[in-house]
C-alpha cells in the first residue's frame, strides 16, 4: 500500500489498521508530502513509524515530495513508482476530522483509476475508533437486477478480499448484506450471497439480504466494529462521512483497481 500524508500523525492513527491489511506479506510505503519547510521532521516521524511497522512483520520504506498540492504530488510519486519492481497497488487515504488534503482526494481517486490502483478509504470513528475487532459488516448496494456474480462481480473484488484479510487477522465474524430496492429480487439477492461465498472459497456464514433505501437499512443494520462499502466514481465524501454517524462506528470505502478476482 502506499500511505500517503501531510501530517504523520495521520499514519500513526491509522497504524493498526494498515497493518492489519498488510500483515503479512503486503507492505506499506509511507509517502510524506511536504507543503512547508518542515520536511525534515516529517521525514524523520515516518522512518520511525516506517521501523515500527518492520517491528510487527511488515515491510516498510518512507520518501518524502516537496510539493505545495497534496494531490500533484501524490500522482506524481504513484507514476514515479509504477515503474518500480514491488511498486503499490493500492492508495491507503484517511479521511478524519481537520484533515486539509481530504478535499483533494476525488482527484487522487480519478488518477488511481487511470494508473490500474485501487483506493482505501479510511474514515474513523473519533470515539469507537476500530472497536472490539470482532464484527465486519460487508454491505452491497442493489445491483439493479444484475444479481448474475459469474458474469459481473462489479466493485466488490478488493473491497470483499480486505474485509477477508481483516477477519483472518482480527479472528472476526463478517456479515455479507445486500440491499434491495424491490423485494422481489430477494430470491436473486441471496443466490448471489451464496455464490460469492461458495465461488470465492470465503469462511463466511452470516448473510442478509435487506430492502429499503440504503442509507436507513444501513442505520438499521447489525452491530459491528467496523462497516465495509465499495467506493464508487460517483460518490461523494460528504456521503462518505455521513455514514459514520449512520453506522456508528469506522468506515471503509474501497475501489478495485481492475486487477483483482475473488472467484480466482
Not at 445486500?178 to 423485494?183: F, G, L, V, Y
Not at 470505502?253 to 472467484?263: A, V
Request: some cysteine; charged content about 20%.
Amino acid at each position: 500500500m502506499l500511505v500517503p500524508c501531510t501530517d504523520a500523525s495521520v499514519v500513526l492513527g491509522a497504524f493498526t489498521l494498515i497493518k492489519d491489511i498488510a500483515y503479512s506479506k503486503g507492505s506499506a510505503t509511507l509517502m510524506g508530502i511536504d507543503k512547508t519547510s518542515n520536511g525534515s521532521k516529517l521525514q524523520e516521524r515516518l522512518e520511525y513509524i516506517a521501523d515500527s511497522f518492520k517491528k510487527v512483520g511488515v515491510y516498510s520504506s518512507t520518501s518524502l515530495i516537496k510539493t505545495k498540492h497534496f494531490a500533484e504530488g501524490v500522482n506524481l510519486g504513484n507514476q514515479a513508482l509504477s515503474s518500480a519492481f514491488f511498486k503499490p497497488n493500492i492508495i491507503f487515504l484517511t479521511l478524519s476530522e481537520n484533515n486539509e488534503p481530504s478535499q483533494e482526494f476525488p482527484a487522487i481517486i480519478e488518477e488511481a483509476g487511470y494508473l490500474g490502483l485501487g483506493v482505501i478509504l479510511y474514515i474513523p470513528h473519533k470515539n469507537a475508533i476500530l472497536g472490539q475487532q470482532q464484527k465486519i459488516n460487508f454491505w452491497i448496494e442493489d445491483r439493479n437486477g444484475n444479481w448474475d456474480i459469474e458474469k459481473d462481480t462489479g466493485n466488490i473484488d478488493l473491497p470483499l478480499l480486505t474485509a477477508y484479510k481483516l477477519k483472518l487477522n482480527w479472528n472476526a465474524e463478517i456479515t455479507l448484506i445486500a440491499n434491495i430496492k424491490d423485494e422481489k429480487d430477494t430470491h436473486h439477492a441471496n443466490r448471489f450471497l451464496k455464490s460469492v461465498t461458495e465461488l470465492a472459497r470465503l469462511p463466511i456464514s452470516n448473510t442478509l439480504v435487506t430492502s429499503g433505501p440504503f442509507v436507513e437499512r444501513v442505520q438499521k443494520g447489525p452491530y459491528a466494529d467496523l462497516n465495509i462499502f465499495a467506493l464508487s466514481d460517483d460518490i461523494s465524501l460528504d456521503y462518505c462521512k455521513e455514514m459514520i454517524g449512520h453506522t456508528n462506528t469506522s468506515c471503509l470505502f474501497i475501489k478495485d483497481s481492475g486487477h483483482e478476482n475473488i472467484l480466482a
